[in-house]
Protein backbone atom coordinates (compact mmCIF):
# COMPACT_ATOMS: atom_id res chain seq x y z
CA UNK A 1 0.00 0.00 0.00
CA UNK A 2 2.91 2.59 0.99
CA UNK A 3 4.48 1.73 -2.95
CA UNK A 4 1.09 2.60 -4.34
CA UNK A 5 0.85 5.77 -2.08
CA UNK A 6 4.17 6.81 -3.43
CA UNK A 7 3.77 5.96 -6.73
CA UNK A 8 0.46 7.89 -7.08
CA UNK A 9 0.41 9.97 -4.24
CA UNK A 10 -1.58 10.80 -0.91
CA UNK A 11 -4.67 12.10 -2.54
CA UNK A 12 -5.77 8.48 -4.28
CA UNK A 13 -6.98 5.64 -2.50
CA UNK A 14 -7.17 2.28 -3.36
CA UNK A 15 -10.46 0.12 -2.94
CA UNK A 16 -11.49 -3.33 -4.20
CA UNK A 17 -8.12 -4.96 -3.76
CA UNK A 18 -9.25 -7.74 -2.45
CA UNK A 19 -9.72 -9.52 0.94
CA UNK A 20 -6.77 -7.71 2.58
CA UNK A 21 -7.68 -4.45 1.32
CA UNK A 22 -8.76 -1.82 4.26
CA UNK A 23 -10.76 0.24 2.08
CA UNK A 24 -13.74 -2.46 1.34
CA UNK A 25 -16.18 -2.39 -1.85
CA UNK A 26 -19.31 -0.70 -0.80
CA UNK A 27 -22.36 -3.00 -0.66
CA UNK A 28 -24.60 -3.19 -3.69
CA UNK A 29 -28.21 -3.71 -4.07
CA UNK A 30 -29.01 -6.69 -5.75
CA UNK A 31 -31.86 -6.26 -8.94
CA UNK A 32 -32.60 -8.16 -11.66
CA UNK A 33 -30.18 -8.74 -14.55
CA UNK A 34 -30.31 -9.09 -17.99
CA UNK A 35 -26.77 -10.85 -18.44
CA UNK A 36 -25.14 -12.41 -15.15
CA UNK A 37 -21.47 -11.83 -14.63
CA UNK A 38 -20.77 -15.23 -16.40
CA UNK A 39 -22.36 -14.16 -19.39
CA UNK A 40 -25.53 -16.46 -19.22
CA UNK A 41 -28.52 -14.45 -20.52
CA UNK A 42 -31.41 -14.61 -17.93
CA UNK A 43 -33.93 -14.88 -20.30
CA UNK A 44 -36.63 -17.55 -21.00
CA UNK A 45 -39.12 -18.30 -23.42
CA UNK A 46 -42.42 -19.99 -22.35
CA UNK A 47 -45.91 -20.39 -24.02
CA UNK A 48 -44.54 -21.33 -27.29
CA UNK A 49 -47.86 -23.54 -28.43
CA UNK A 50 -47.37 -25.33 -31.45
CA UNK A 51 -43.92 -23.65 -32.20
CA UNK A 52 -42.21 -26.43 -30.41
CA UNK A 53 -41.94 -28.58 -33.58
CA UNK A 54 -39.12 -25.86 -35.08
CA UNK A 55 -36.91 -27.69 -32.08
CA UNK A 56 -36.93 -31.11 -34.12
CA UNK A 57 -36.67 -29.78 -37.71
CA UNK A 58 -32.85 -29.00 -36.18
CA UNK A 59 -32.68 -31.94 -33.48
CA UNK A 60 -28.87 -31.45 -34.15
CA UNK A 61 -28.75 -28.02 -32.88
CA UNK A 62 -31.64 -29.21 -30.51
CA UNK A 63 -29.05 -31.78 -29.04
CA UNK A 64 -26.16 -29.56 -28.93
CA UNK A 65 -27.94 -26.88 -26.93
CA UNK A 66 -29.07 -29.43 -24.26
CA UNK A 67 -26.97 -29.60 -20.75
CA UNK A 68 -24.54 -32.33 -20.73
CA UNK A 69 -26.81 -34.96 -17.96
CA UNK A 70 -29.28 -34.43 -20.84
CA UNK A 71 -26.45 -35.31 -23.77
CA UNK A 72 -25.48 -38.12 -21.58
CA UNK A 73 -28.92 -39.87 -21.17
CA UNK A 74 -30.10 -39.79 -24.74
CA UNK A 75 -26.79 -40.56 -26.05
CA UNK A 76 -27.16 -44.29 -23.29
CA UNK A 77 -30.36 -44.65 -24.37
CA UNK A 78 -30.20 -44.80 -27.96
CA UNK A 79 -27.67 -47.52 -27.95
CA UNK A 80 -29.68 -49.40 -25.44
CA UNK A 81 -32.48 -49.19 -27.09
CA UNK A 82 -30.98 -49.88 -30.79
CA UNK A 83 -29.27 -52.48 -29.28
CA UNK A 84 -32.27 -54.13 -27.95
CA UNK A 85 -34.86 -53.63 -30.99
CA UNK A 86 -31.96 -55.68 -33.09
CA UNK A 87 -31.42 -58.52 -31.32
CA UNK A 88 -35.00 -59.12 -30.63
CA UNK A 89 -35.62 -59.33 -34.15
CA UNK A 90 -32.50 -61.29 -34.58
CA UNK A 91 -34.55 -63.58 -31.91
CA UNK A 92 -37.38 -63.63 -33.70
CA UNK A 93 -35.85 -65.05 -36.78
CA UNK A 94 -34.81 -67.92 -35.32
CA UNK A 95 -38.14 -68.33 -33.44
CA UNK A 96 -39.70 -68.19 -36.44
CA UNK A 97 -36.97 -70.66 -38.32
CA UNK A 98 -37.30 -72.79 -34.89
CA UNK A 99 -33.56 -72.62 -34.55
CA UNK A 100 -34.46 -72.36 -31.05
CA UNK A 101 -35.05 -75.98 -30.36
CA UNK A 102 -32.98 -77.43 -32.53
CA UNK A 103 -29.46 -75.80 -32.07
CA UNK A 104 -27.72 -78.83 -30.73
CA UNK A 105 -28.71 -80.73 -33.78
CA UNK A 106 -25.56 -81.42 -36.18
CA UNK A 107 -27.45 -82.56 -38.73
CA UNK A 108 -29.40 -79.00 -38.78
CA UNK A 109 -28.19 -75.58 -40.54
CA UNK A 110 -29.88 -72.77 -38.31
CA UNK A 111 -30.18 -69.18 -39.52
CA UNK A 112 -27.54 -67.72 -36.89
CA UNK A 113 -25.23 -70.57 -35.36
CA UNK A 114 -25.25 -71.41 -31.61
CA UNK A 115 -28.15 -68.81 -30.89
CA UNK A 116 -30.23 -71.07 -28.70
CA UNK A 117 -32.56 -67.86 -26.73
CA UNK A 118 -32.52 -63.99 -26.48
CA UNK A 119 -29.07 -63.78 -24.57
CA UNK A 120 -27.50 -65.56 -27.18
CA UNK A 121 -29.10 -63.53 -30.16
CA UNK A 122 -28.32 -60.00 -27.89
CA UNK A 123 -24.59 -61.24 -27.79
CA UNK A 124 -24.27 -62.03 -31.85
CA UNK A 125 -25.51 -58.54 -32.48
CA UNK A 126 -23.51 -56.91 -30.09
CA UNK A 127 -20.87 -59.21 -31.76
CA UNK A 128 -21.53 -58.03 -35.55
CA UNK A 129 -21.84 -53.94 -34.63
CA UNK A 130 -18.75 -54.05 -32.48
CA UNK A 131 -17.11 -55.91 -35.24
CA UNK A 132 -15.28 -58.16 -32.52
CA UNK A 133 -16.29 -60.92 -34.76
CA UNK A 134 -15.56 -64.07 -31.66
CA UNK A 135 -16.01 -67.00 -34.35
CA UNK A 136 -18.65 -69.02 -32.47
CA UNK A 137 -21.81 -67.15 -33.95
CA UNK A 138 -21.89 -66.65 -37.73
CA UNK A 139 -25.06 -66.08 -40.23
CA UNK A 140 -25.01 -69.32 -42.54
CA UNK A 141 -25.98 -69.14 -46.39
CA UNK A 142 -29.24 -70.93 -45.95
CA UNK A 143 -30.83 -67.54 -44.22
CA UNK A 144 -31.64 -64.52 -46.61
CA UNK A 145 -33.56 -63.06 -43.91
CA UNK A 146 -30.80 -62.55 -41.79
CA UNK A 147 -28.28 -61.45 -44.97
CA UNK A 148 -31.11 -58.20 -45.59
CA UNK A 149 -31.41 -57.77 -41.62
CA UNK A 150 -27.77 -57.57 -40.97
CA UNK A 151 -27.34 -55.43 -44.08
CA UNK A 152 -30.22 -52.83 -42.36
CA UNK A 153 -28.53 -53.07 -39.05
CA UNK A 154 -24.76 -51.87 -40.54
CA UNK A 155 -26.62 -48.91 -42.15
CA UNK A 156 -28.61 -48.28 -38.86
CA UNK A 157 -25.52 -48.55 -36.54
CA UNK A 158 -23.30 -46.17 -38.89
CA UNK A 159 -26.06 -43.57 -38.79
CA UNK A 160 -26.56 -43.52 -34.43
CA UNK A 161 -22.90 -43.89 -34.38
CA UNK A 162 -22.44 -41.07 -36.24
CA UNK A 163 -25.45 -38.95 -35.20
CA UNK A 164 -24.35 -39.23 -31.73
CA UNK A 165 -21.01 -39.07 -31.58
CA UNK A 166 -20.84 -35.81 -34.00
CA UNK A 167 -23.08 -34.50 -31.21
CA UNK A 168 -20.71 -35.38 -28.33
CA UNK A 169 -17.64 -34.50 -30.33
CA UNK A 170 -18.97 -30.92 -31.44
CA UNK A 171 -20.32 -30.04 -27.69
CA UNK A 172 -16.80 -31.18 -26.30
CA UNK A 173 -15.38 -28.92 -28.72
CA UNK A 174 -17.31 -26.09 -28.10
CA UNK A 175 -15.43 -22.34 -27.11
CA UNK A 176 -17.49 -21.68 -24.09
CA UNK A 177 -14.82 -23.42 -21.80
CA UNK A 178 -12.17 -21.01 -23.75
CA UNK A 179 -14.26 -18.22 -22.68
CA UNK A 180 -13.78 -18.47 -18.83
CA UNK A 181 -10.48 -17.90 -19.60
CA UNK A 182 -11.00 -14.50 -20.44
CA UNK A 183 -11.57 -11.87 -17.38
CA UNK A 184 -13.69 -8.64 -17.32
CA UNK A 185 -13.16 -6.24 -14.23
CA UNK A 186 -15.74 -6.52 -11.74
CA UNK A 187 -16.86 -2.99 -12.15
CA UNK A 188 -16.68 -0.08 -14.90
CA UNK A 189 -15.69 3.41 -13.58
CA UNK A 190 -15.65 6.87 -15.00
CA UNK A 191 -13.17 9.37 -15.08
CA UNK A 192 -11.18 11.70 -17.70
CA UNK A 193 -9.03 10.81 -19.85
CA UNK A 194 -7.19 12.95 -22.35
CA UNK A 195 -9.36 15.82 -21.28
CA UNK A 196 -12.80 14.01 -21.79
CA UNK A 197 -14.96 12.31 -19.89
CA UNK A 198 -14.98 8.48 -20.18
CA UNK A 199 -16.48 5.28 -19.23
CA UNK A 200 -13.99 2.27 -18.99
CA UNK A 201 -13.51 -1.36 -17.64
CA UNK A 202 -10.76 -3.80 -18.57
CA UNK A 203 -10.66 -6.92 -20.36
CA UNK A 204 -7.84 -9.78 -19.71
CA UNK A 205 -6.72 -12.71 -21.10
CA UNK A 206 -4.93 -15.83 -18.62
CA UNK A 207 -3.80 -18.20 -21.40
CA UNK A 208 -0.54 -17.76 -23.67
CA UNK A 209 -2.77 -18.52 -26.81
CA UNK A 210 -4.29 -15.46 -28.72
CA UNK A 211 -7.45 -14.63 -29.74
CA UNK A 212 -7.24 -13.66 -33.14
CA UNK A 213 -9.22 -10.89 -35.01
CA UNK A 214 -10.84 -9.68 -31.08
CA UNK A 215 -13.66 -7.69 -31.33
CA UNK A 216 -15.46 -6.14 -28.36
CA UNK A 217 -18.59 -4.79 -28.33
CA UNK A 218 -20.66 -2.85 -25.27
CA UNK A 219 -24.71 -2.62 -25.84
CA UNK A 220 -26.76 0.02 -23.16
CA UNK A 221 -29.54 -2.50 -21.74
CA UNK A 222 -32.42 0.30 -20.52
CA UNK A 223 -36.28 0.87 -20.93
CA UNK A 224 -37.35 4.13 -22.67
CA UNK A 225 -40.15 5.64 -23.78
CA UNK A 226 -40.62 7.19 -27.29
CA UNK A 227 -41.90 10.68 -27.82
CA UNK A 228 -45.11 9.09 -29.00
CA UNK A 229 -45.76 7.66 -26.34
CA UNK A 230 -44.50 3.83 -26.98
CA UNK A 231 -42.73 2.14 -24.46
CA UNK A 232 -39.94 0.12 -24.97
CA UNK A 233 -38.75 -2.65 -22.55
CA UNK A 234 -35.08 -3.21 -22.19
CA UNK A 235 -34.15 -1.17 -25.43
CA UNK A 236 -30.62 -1.97 -26.82
CA UNK A 237 -28.35 1.19 -27.89
CA UNK A 238 -24.74 0.75 -28.99
CA UNK A 239 -22.32 2.08 -27.03
CA UNK A 240 -19.44 3.64 -29.48
CA UNK A 241 -15.86 1.28 -28.05
CA UNK A 242 -13.51 3.06 -31.07
CA UNK A 243 -15.76 1.09 -34.16
CA UNK A 244 -14.60 4.64 -35.95
CA UNK A 245 -10.92 4.51 -35.39
CA UNK A 246 -10.15 0.75 -35.21
CA UNK A 247 -9.82 0.83 -31.49
CA UNK A 248 -12.52 -2.11 -31.08
CA UNK A 249 -10.12 -4.40 -32.47
CA UNK A 250 -8.32 -5.61 -29.57
CA UNK A 251 -4.47 -7.47 -29.58
CA UNK A 252 -5.00 -9.11 -25.95
CA UNK A 253 -1.78 -10.45 -24.76
CA UNK A 254 -2.03 -8.40 -22.05
CA UNK A 255 -4.68 -7.01 -19.75
CA UNK A 256 -6.56 -3.73 -21.92
CA UNK A 257 -8.87 -0.81 -20.64
CA UNK A 258 -11.45 -0.33 -23.09
CA UNK A 259 -13.01 3.34 -23.56
CA UNK A 260 -15.99 4.47 -24.32
CA UNK A 261 -16.12 8.73 -24.78
CA UNK A 262 -18.99 10.16 -23.16
CA UNK A 263 -20.14 12.92 -25.88
CA UNK A 264 -23.33 14.27 -27.51
CA UNK A 265 -22.99 10.89 -29.29
CA UNK A 266 -22.94 9.08 -26.30
CA UNK A 267 -26.54 7.69 -24.23
CA UNK A 268 -24.89 8.51 -21.11
CA UNK A 269 -24.25 12.72 -22.29
CA UNK A 270 -26.80 13.81 -19.41
CA UNK A 271 -25.33 11.30 -16.92
CA UNK A 272 -23.75 13.01 -13.75
CA UNK A 273 -22.82 11.64 -10.46
CA UNK A 274 -25.94 12.23 -8.61
CA UNK A 275 -28.08 10.95 -11.23
CA UNK A 276 -26.04 7.90 -11.75
CA UNK A 277 -27.36 6.85 -7.99
CA UNK A 278 -31.35 6.95 -9.50
CA UNK A 279 -30.21 5.68 -12.83
CA UNK A 280 -31.47 2.21 -13.87
CA UNK A 281 -29.10 0.55 -17.03
CA UNK A 282 -26.98 -2.27 -17.93
CA UNK A 283 -23.96 -2.15 -19.79
CA UNK A 284 -23.33 -5.71 -21.69
CA UNK A 285 -19.96 -6.15 -23.05
CA UNK A 286 -19.39 -8.66 -26.05
CA UNK A 287 -15.81 -10.00 -26.62
CA UNK A 288 -15.30 -11.90 -30.15
CA UNK A 289 -12.30 -13.87 -31.08
CA UNK A 290 -11.16 -16.77 -32.82
CA UNK A 291 -9.17 -19.50 -30.93
CA UNK A 292 -5.99 -19.83 -32.10
CA UNK A 293 -5.32 -23.71 -31.32
CA UNK A 294 -8.65 -24.57 -32.39
CA UNK A 295 -10.11 -22.05 -35.61
CA UNK A 296 -13.29 -21.75 -33.36
CA UNK A 297 -15.21 -18.41 -32.61
CA UNK A 298 -14.93 -17.83 -29.29
CA UNK A 299 -17.24 -15.18 -27.33
CA UNK A 300 -17.29 -13.94 -24.01
CA UNK A 301 -19.76 -11.81 -22.24
CA UNK A 302 -20.85 -9.71 -19.07
CA UNK A 303 -22.43 -6.85 -17.50
CA UNK A 304 -22.47 -4.15 -15.50
CA UNK A 305 -25.42 -2.39 -14.00
CA UNK A 306 -25.62 1.17 -12.70
CA UNK A 307 -24.31 0.37 -9.20
CA UNK A 308 -21.27 -1.14 -10.78
CA UNK A 309 -20.25 1.78 -12.53
CA UNK A 310 -17.62 3.87 -10.12
CA UNK A 311 -18.05 7.64 -10.99
CA UNK A 312 -14.14 8.85 -10.06
CA UNK A 313 -11.98 6.24 -10.39
CA UNK A 314 -9.27 4.82 -12.75
CA UNK A 315 -7.90 1.20 -12.78
CA UNK A 316 -4.78 0.54 -10.95
CA UNK A 317 -1.70 -0.64 -13.47
CA UNK A 318 -0.81 -4.57 -13.48
CA UNK A 319 1.65 -4.28 -15.97
CA UNK A 320 5.69 -4.27 -14.66
CA UNK A 321 8.87 -4.37 -16.62
CA UNK A 322 11.04 -7.61 -15.37
CA UNK A 323 14.46 -8.78 -16.48
CA UNK A 324 13.80 -9.51 -20.38
CA UNK A 325 9.90 -9.91 -20.09
CA UNK A 326 6.58 -8.12 -18.94
CA UNK A 327 5.01 -9.14 -15.98
CA UNK A 328 1.13 -9.13 -15.88
CA UNK A 329 -0.38 -8.94 -11.84
CA UNK A 330 -3.40 -10.31 -11.40
CA UNK A 331 -4.11 -9.80 -8.14
CA UNK A 332 -4.78 -6.21 -8.71
CA UNK A 333 -6.66 -6.62 -11.78
CA UNK A 334 -10.05 -5.31 -10.56
CA UNK A 335 -8.14 -2.98 -8.42
CA UNK A 336 -9.44 0.90 -8.63
CA UNK A 337 -7.76 4.19 -7.05
CA UNK A 338 -10.19 7.24 -6.95
CA UNK A 339 -8.71 10.31 -9.05
CA UNK A 340 -9.86 13.72 -9.36
CA UNK A 341 -13.34 14.35 -11.59
CA UNK A 342 -16.07 16.90 -12.08
CA UNK A 343 -19.27 15.50 -10.59
CA UNK A 344 -21.06 17.17 -13.53
CA UNK A 345 -22.47 16.15 -16.71
CA UNK A 346 -20.49 15.83 -20.37
CA UNK A 347 -23.90 18.19 -21.32
CA UNK A 348 -23.29 20.55 -17.93
CA UNK A 349 -19.95 21.48 -18.50
CA UNK A 350 -20.77 22.36 -22.40
CA UNK A 351 -23.67 24.33 -21.56
CA UNK A 352 -21.25 26.10 -18.82
CA UNK A 353 -18.35 26.44 -21.41
CA UNK A 354 -21.25 28.17 -23.86
CA UNK A 355 -22.44 30.65 -21.57
CA UNK A 356 -21.30 33.93 -23.05
CA UNK A 357 -19.21 36.36 -21.07
CA UNK A 358 -19.97 39.46 -19.01
CA UNK A 359 -19.94 42.96 -22.05
CA UNK A 360 -17.01 45.09 -21.85
CA UNK A 361 -17.98 48.60 -20.02
CA UNK A 362 -19.03 51.68 -22.19
CA UNK A 363 -16.88 54.08 -20.80
CA UNK A 364 -14.17 55.03 -22.91
CA UNK A 365 -10.83 53.54 -22.65
CA UNK A 366 -7.99 55.46 -20.99
CA UNK A 367 -5.30 56.15 -23.37
CA UNK A 368 -6.85 55.01 -26.76
CA UNK A 369 -5.92 57.16 -29.25
CA UNK A 370 -9.35 57.01 -30.90
CA UNK A 371 -10.60 59.22 -28.00
CA UNK A 372 -7.35 61.40 -28.11
CA UNK A 373 -8.17 61.82 -31.73
CA UNK A 374 -11.93 62.65 -30.60
CA UNK A 375 -10.16 65.38 -28.18
CA UNK A 376 -8.31 67.28 -30.09
CA UNK A 377 -10.14 69.64 -32.80
CA UNK A 378 -7.60 71.27 -35.47
CA UNK A 379 -8.59 74.75 -37.24
CA UNK A 380 -8.32 74.88 -40.78
CA UNK A 381 -4.19 75.96 -40.34
CA UNK A 382 -3.58 72.90 -38.41
CA UNK A 383 -3.42 74.88 -34.74
CA UNK A 384 -5.43 72.98 -32.42
CA UNK A 385 -8.27 74.32 -30.29
CA UNK A 386 -10.26 73.48 -27.60
CA UNK A 387 -13.08 71.44 -28.07
CA UNK A 388 -16.55 73.00 -27.14
CA UNK A 389 -18.11 71.98 -23.99
CA UNK A 390 -21.52 71.65 -25.71
CA UNK A 391 -22.94 70.00 -28.78
CA UNK A 392 -26.29 70.31 -29.85
CA UNK A 393 -28.34 69.24 -32.14
CA UNK A 394 -28.60 71.60 -36.02
CA UNK A 395 -32.14 72.92 -35.15
CA UNK A 396 -31.13 73.64 -31.65
CA UNK A 397 -28.00 75.79 -33.20
CA UNK A 398 -30.11 77.63 -35.58
CA UNK A 399 -32.49 78.63 -33.17
CA UNK A 400 -29.80 79.18 -30.86
CA UNK A 401 -28.78 81.70 -33.70
CA UNK A 402 -32.11 83.42 -34.28
CA UNK A 403 -32.15 83.94 -30.36
CA UNK A 404 -28.42 85.90 -30.59
CA UNK A 405 -29.63 88.04 -33.77
CA UNK A 406 -32.68 89.21 -31.32
CA UNK A 407 -30.43 89.47 -28.74
CA UNK A 408 -27.89 91.82 -31.11
CA UNK A 409 -30.60 94.12 -31.85
CA UNK A 410 -32.09 94.72 -28.40
CA UNK A 411 -29.03 96.36 -27.74
CA UNK A 412 -26.44 94.28 -26.91
CA UNK A 413 -23.00 96.27 -27.72
CA UNK A 414 -19.70 94.90 -29.23
CA UNK A 415 -18.11 96.07 -26.17
CA UNK A 416 -20.39 94.16 -23.74
CA UNK A 417 -19.33 91.21 -25.53
CA UNK A 418 -15.89 92.16 -25.85
CA UNK A 419 -15.89 92.75 -22.34
CA UNK A 420 -17.65 89.62 -20.85
CA UNK A 421 -15.46 87.18 -23.54
CA UNK A 422 -18.79 84.99 -23.91
CA UNK A 423 -17.87 81.53 -26.08
CA UNK A 424 -19.72 81.10 -29.38
CA UNK A 425 -20.87 77.93 -31.19
CA UNK A 426 -19.96 78.06 -34.73
CA UNK A 427 -23.66 77.91 -35.44
CA UNK A 428 -24.27 76.39 -38.92
CA UNK A 429 -20.43 75.55 -40.00
CA UNK A 430 -18.92 72.89 -39.50
CA UNK A 431 -17.93 71.75 -35.88
CA UNK A 432 -13.96 71.05 -36.83
CA UNK A 433 -13.88 74.70 -38.03
CA UNK A 434 -13.32 77.97 -35.75
CA UNK A 435 -14.07 81.13 -35.59
CA UNK A 436 -10.82 82.47 -37.63
CA UNK A 437 -9.58 85.90 -36.91
CA UNK A 438 -6.52 87.98 -38.30
CA UNK A 439 -5.33 91.28 -36.39
CA UNK A 440 -1.47 92.58 -36.97
CA UNK A 441 -0.51 93.01 -32.82
CA UNK A 442 0.50 97.11 -32.19
CA UNK A 443 3.76 95.86 -29.95
CA UNK A 444 5.25 94.31 -33.22
CA UNK A 445 7.04 95.98 -36.40
CA UNK A 446 4.64 96.62 -39.30
CA UNK A 447 6.47 93.63 -41.64
CA UNK A 448 6.01 91.26 -39.13
CA UNK A 449 2.32 91.61 -38.69
CA UNK A 450 1.05 88.48 -39.83
CA UNK A 451 -2.29 86.08 -39.82
CA UNK A 452 -3.15 84.75 -36.20
CA UNK A 453 -5.86 82.72 -34.85
CA UNK A 454 -8.26 83.75 -31.94
CA UNK A 455 -9.13 80.85 -30.17
CA UNK A 456 -12.63 80.62 -28.60
CA UNK A 457 -12.96 80.41 -24.97
CA UNK A 458 -15.77 78.35 -23.02
CA UNK A 459 -17.64 79.99 -20.09
CA UNK A 460 -20.75 78.60 -17.90
CA UNK A 461 -23.03 81.27 -19.69
CA UNK A 462 -22.10 80.59 -23.38
CA UNK A 463 -24.25 82.24 -26.11
CA UNK A 464 -24.70 80.65 -29.41
CA UNK A 465 -24.27 83.05 -32.64
CA UNK A 466 -24.31 82.16 -36.27
CA UNK A 467 -21.67 82.88 -38.28
CA UNK A 468 -22.68 86.27 -40.04
CA UNK A 469 -22.79 87.60 -36.44
CA UNK A 470 -19.49 85.39 -35.34
CA UNK A 471 -18.07 87.85 -38.14
CA UNK A 472 -19.42 90.79 -37.49
CA UNK A 473 -18.56 91.08 -33.79
CA UNK A 474 -14.65 90.05 -35.16
CA UNK A 475 -14.42 93.07 -37.51
CA UNK A 476 -15.70 94.77 -34.50
CA UNK A 477 -13.22 94.50 -32.32
CA UNK A 478 -10.08 94.93 -34.38
CA UNK A 479 -8.01 97.73 -33.68
CA UNK A 480 -7.64 100.84 -36.18
CA UNK A 481 -5.23 99.26 -39.17
CA UNK A 482 -1.45 100.36 -38.88
CA UNK A 483 -0.02 102.11 -42.09
CA UNK A 484 2.31 100.00 -43.58
CA UNK A 485 2.26 96.71 -45.74
CA UNK A 486 -0.79 94.54 -44.18
CA UNK A 487 -1.35 90.77 -44.87
CA UNK A 488 -4.86 90.63 -44.26
CA UNK A 489 -6.54 93.66 -45.21
CA UNK A 490 -9.74 94.19 -43.23
CA UNK A 491 -13.06 94.62 -44.70
CA UNK A 492 -14.67 97.85 -46.10
CA UNK A 493 -17.43 99.25 -44.01
CA UNK A 494 -20.04 98.82 -46.66
CA UNK A 495 -19.24 95.50 -47.83
CA UNK A 496 -20.51 91.90 -46.62
CA UNK A 497 -19.06 89.72 -44.49
CA UNK A 498 -19.24 86.36 -46.31
CA UNK A 499 -16.84 88.09 -48.72
CA UNK A 500 -13.98 88.39 -46.47
CA UNK A 501 -14.02 84.67 -46.09
CA UNK A 502 -11.93 82.15 -47.08
CA UNK A 503 -12.82 80.66 -50.78
CA UNK A 504 -13.63 76.86 -49.28
CA UNK A 505 -15.72 78.37 -46.36
CA UNK A 506 -17.98 80.59 -48.74
CA UNK A 507 -18.57 77.22 -50.83
CA UNK A 508 -19.78 75.57 -47.66
CA UNK A 509 -22.05 78.24 -46.85
CA UNK A 510 -24.00 78.65 -50.62
CA UNK A 511 -24.14 74.28 -50.23
CA UNK A 512 -25.95 75.41 -46.76
Not at 236 to 244: K, M, N, S, Y
Not at 286 to 315: K, N
Not at 388 to 405: T, V
Not at 445 to 452: D, E, S, W
Request: proline share 8%; charged share 20%; aromatic share 8%.
Amino acid sequence: MSAIRRKFGDDYQVVNTGQGSSFPAPAKRKRQRFVEKNGRCNVQHGNLGGETSRYLSDLFTTLVDLKWRWNLLIFLLTYTVAWLIMASMWWVIAYIRGDLGRGHDDSYTPCVANVYNFPSAFLFFIETEATIGYGYRYITEKCPEGIILFLFQSLLGSIVDAFLIGCMFIKMSQPKKRAETLMFSQDAVISQRDGKLCLMFRVGNLRNSHMVSAQIRCKLIKSRQTPEGEFLPLDQRELDVGFGTGADQLFLVSPLTICHEINPKSPFFDLSQRSLMSEQFEIVVILEGIVETTGMTCQARTSYTEDEVLWGHRFLPVMSLEEGFFRVDYSQFHSTFEVPTPPYSVKEQEETSCLPSPAPPLTPTPGDPRNSRRERIFSLDGVPQEEPASRLPSKLQRMSSRNGKEALKAGGGPATQQASEKASSTGDLPLRVQHLGSFASPEEPVGNQQLQLKPLKVGSDAQTQSAGELEHHRLTLLPPPIPGPNLNPLPVAGGRPEDNLPAKLRRMNVDR
